[in-house]
């Protein structure tokens, strides 16, 4: 069965309060929406928070075929192979979300405009707002 997955973190300064949000939709158009309060993070973590959120969720549900669609660039270019990540902060979160990724049969990331995000965008809030 085949997922797409947006995600988007929040972080109220940066280091500061921080959320995940992931929005599950599956083949028929059936919408998960998840939340998770994450302390004190930075943006960046909190993005990687929510990717894993995600997966973590769609690895529950037996998806197979998953689609992430993130609009943080760095996020996107890091698991894409195009930057290095470098921040001693991310290298575990990004190791971890390597592995589940690799989990699944088929795996596309892109990134999207923050236009096209703004469900996953307030459910990260959402998760701060409701700690």
């Not at 998960?32 to 973590?45: D, E, F, H, M």
């Not at 902060?89 to 990004?94: A, D, F, I, R, S």
Request: aromatic share 6%.
């Amino acid at each position: 069965m085949k997922w797409v997955l947006y995600c988007d973190g929040a972080s109220r300064g940066n280091p500061g309060e921080a959320g995940a949000g992931a929005l599950l939709i599956d083949e028929k158009g059936h919408e998960i929406s998840l939340t998770r309060y994450l302390g004190k993070k930075t943006n960046n973590q909190a993005e990687y928070e929510a990717l894993l959120l995600g997966l973590e969720e769609l690895k529950k549900r037996g998806a197979v075929e998953v689609e992430v669609k993130a609009d943080s660039e760095l996020l996107v270019r890091q698991l894409n192979g195009q930057y290095r990540v470098k921040h001693e902060g991310l290298v575990p979160l990004y190791k971890q979300a390597k592995d589940v990724l690799n989990s699944f049969a088929k795996v596309k990331i892109r990134h999207i405009p923050r236009e096209q995000n703004k469900k996953a965008d307030r459910l990260s809030n959402e998760a701060i707002d409701l700690k």
